[in-house]
């Protein structure tokens, strides 16, 4: 199984920044498209950014020209530096990965345990 940890949420006010952090582990799997989603109080869980393995980058409408997606292959790591937040982009940032264990060829998506991100105004 593949584990998705993240880090780096907390409390900012609005205008400021905040760098998020996934570190994915496991055994015999090789990720694809790794990404973040949030998800806000009464709202569904919507897509923030995703990265390729080959360093293609898909962002949101809402967040591009303020949040940066990037990838270490070598840590199977994704970070999201976020920049100029505002107070509706408070929620709930999950990671998430796809790909597969090549040992049995069997794909996976899987997701972090969420990271909270407030922006205080």
């Known amino acids: 199984q593949v584990q998705l940890v993240e880090s780096g949420g907390g409390l900012v006010q609005a205008g400021g920044s905040l760098r998020l952090s996934c570190a994915a582990s496991?055994?015999?799997?090789?990720?694809?498209?790794m990404g973040w989603y949030r998800q806000a109080p009464g709202k569904q869980r919507e897509l923030v950014a995703t990265?390729?393995?080959?360093?293609?980058?898909n962002y949101a409408d809402s967040v591009k020209g303020r949040f940066t997606i990037s990838r270490d292959n070598a840590k199977n790591t994704v970070y999201l530096q976020m920049n100029s937040l505002k107070p509706e982009e408070t929620a709930v940032y999950y990671c998430n990965a796809a790909g597969s264990y090549g040992y049995i060829l069997k794909s996976f998506n899987t997701w972090g345990q969420g990271t909270q991100v407030t922006v205080s105004s």
């Open positions: 990265i390729s393995s080959g360093g293609s980058t």
């Open positions: 496991g055994s015999a799997f090789s990720i694809n498209v």
